[in-house]
Structures are given as structure tokens and as C-alpha cells.
């Protein structure tokens, strides 16, 4: 999907979100934390994204998040530089995105803990792909947190890793996020 196209989507997306304000409030934050790890005997490698943009509206549970790849920094300069370009192709695909909605009912008014199960899109590296990820929401003092863990295998989004450097990245990412909200000011 090229540039203009992700940004008609999450724009699109967005309006949605907005329309429904007045029957719902909207949380979000532009500094959504995410982060993967890959082990495999010859080398870990691990990279962390505080750039990831999230808005959640609370009246459907409608979720909406886009990450710029290139936001991803690593202890090695040489295994960014690799990331970017010859794996993510973030001059193709400068994001990821993923538009979904939470499953069960949640009571934004109390202060709690809520596992979660959301549906939707995930859109990464030009393909498109329906998934479902666990999750858990915290809500504590007025702002919202949400934190899931789940794996990303490389080729159900065809990116590809050359034979030469296989041994050195495993065929399965393990992917952290942690996002915490605060309500959107008019």
C-alpha cells in the first residue's frame, strides 16, 4: 500500500472515531510504545518504537493505530540500517496499521484491570491481514493503558530475509506494545 493510500485509510479511520465524540470520549497518545524481539542461536536482535500513534474510542471499543517503521531504533546502527532497508522497505511501506475494535465490554468509568481480545486489520509491509491479539486494559487515574504481547511471523507479511542471514533472524518476531492514553482535548 503506498504512502498516500495509509494516509487516506488512517484518515478515514480517524473521521469515524471523531463522528462518534459526542456519544463516547476519545483516548489516545502519539508516544505508544512497541517493541520485538528475535532469537535465534547465532544472534538476538531487539528494537524498540516510541512513535506509535493510538486513538480509542471508548463508546464502541473501535481502535485505531499506526506505527511508522521508521521508529524503530536498535542497539546496532548497521541492523536498523538492514531493517529499513532491505527487510521493512520503509521507503515503500513507511507504516504499519492496524484499525480494529475490542471484543468485550469495558467500563472506562472504574478504575480496573480487563482482558481483552480485539479483531481487525493489520496492514504491514503491503498486506493486508485479519488478526486477533489478547490484551489486557489497565485504567487508573483517568488515563488508559493497554499492553499485549503476541508473535508476527515474516512471511504472512512476505517480507523477505536473504539466505545468507537466516540463521540470524527467526522466522517468528516476538512483538511487545504498551500504550497509555489519556483523553483527546477538543
Known sequence: MHTKTFRIVLALMISQLLVITCFGQLYM??????SFFSETPLENIAAVNNQ???ILNTANGEIAIKMPQRGFHFPNKLMEEHFNENYMETEKYPSAVFAGKIKESVDYSKD???AVNVDGILDMHGVKQNRSFKGQI????????LTSAFDIKLTDH?????TLVL?????????????VLTPKKA
Open 138 to 145: 489497565t485504567i487508573a487515574g483517568g488515563q488508559i493503558t
Open 29 to 34: 497518545t502519539k508516544t505508544g510504545q512497541s
Open 112 to 114: 480496573g484491570n480487563y
Open 167 to 179: 540463521a540470524k533472524i527467526a522466522e517468528s518476531i516476538a512483538v511487545k506494545n504498551k500504550f
Open 52 to 54: 506509535v500513534i493510538v
Open 158 to 162: 512476505k517480507i523477505e530475509v536473504p
